[in-house]
């Protein structure tokens, strides 16, 4: 049986999805604010007058310090999800292993960015 089927309507739908300049972008820019957020946390924590533990809870239970912590583990989170798919799709050639493995790596960097905010709002609240 023939195709009626233009070339054009055969192939709609297939190929480039066009999301793959959002995407570098996207990645692009959280790299680009972790820049100050990371030179923020190493100069804030080199700057402690002590590492206890007491020190470091009282410099987290600030209001600033907390929201930049967060910000610092939401961008950093989402640019490692980013990355890890990249690397993915272009590394891994099975269509099922890598739709798993690409779930598994957002599902791991979601659980992480939760588990670190929900760790510096309880710093921050009880403190």
């Known amino acids: 049986m023939s195709n009626l089927r233009s070339p054009l309507s055969q192939v709609k739908g297939h ?3 066009k ?3 959002s995407h570098f ?4 820019l959280t790299a680009i604010a972790m820049i100050p957020l990371v030179l923020w946390l190493a100069f804030s924590v080199a700057s ?3 590492m ?3 020190d470091i809870r009282n410099w987290l239970s600030a209001p600033f310090t907390a929201v930049m912590m967060i910000t610092l583990l939401l961008s950093g989170f989402y640019h490692a999800k980013l990355g890890l ?3 993915i799709e272009d ?6 292993l890598r739709t798993i493995a690409v779930i598994a790596s957002t599902m791991l960097c979601v659980f992480l960015a939760i ?3 929900f760790s510096v709002m309880r710093i921050a609240f009880t403190a």
């Open 15 to 17: 190929g480039s999805a």
């Open 19 to 21: 999301e793959g300049t």
């Open 25 to 28: 972008w996207i990645q692009r």
């Open 48 to 50: 402690l007058p002590g």
């Open 52 to 54: 206890s533990q007491v």
């Open 85 to 87: 798919q990249m690397v």
């Open 91 to 96: 590394y891994v050639g099975n269509h099922g």
């Open 115 to 117: 588990l670190g905010v």
